[in-house]
């Protein structure tokens, strides 16, 4: 069982930065990977960036070069530094980790970007 508590998630401008961050219960070295998804009304869930236990990071195309995934081994926590948001980035924002052959999610944070 992995608990993730996600926080970090508000309104701001285009333009403006953000940072989520999701606290695991369980080593981030037991979870492989772990990751930001997001879903916007009406539409599917979707990959936003992933870390691998060994560190790797890979992104969605349309996040490259402006969102970063980073973690903190010792506080077992993942990040998500969100920079030059878009209104279409607006979603809630799920944490999700694969810890052995099962899928845990955070309770969500929403992020709007709006003038």
């Known amino acids: 069982q992995v608990q993730l508590v996600e926080s970090g998630g508000g309104l701001v401008q285009p333009g403006g930065s953000l940072r989520l961050s999701c606290a695991a219960s369980?080593?981030?070295?037991?979870?492989?990977?772990m990751g930001w998804y997001r879903q916007a009304p009406g539409k599917e869930r979707e990959l936003v960036a992933a870390?691998?236990?060994?560190?790797?990071?890979n992104y969605a195309d349309f996040v490259k070069g402006r969102f970063t995934i980073s973690r903190d081994i010792v506080k077992n926590t993942v990040y998500l530094q969100m920079n030059s948001l878009k209104p279409e980035d607006t979603a809630v924002y799920y944490c999700?980790?694969?810890?052995?052959?099962?899928?845990?999610w955070g309770q969500g944070a929403q992020v709007t970007v709006s003038s």
């Open positions: 369980v080593s981030l070295f037991s979870i492989n990977p």
């Open positions: 999700n980790a694969r810890f052995t052959v099962y899928d845990y």
């Open positions: 870390i691998t236990n060994g560190g790797s990071t």
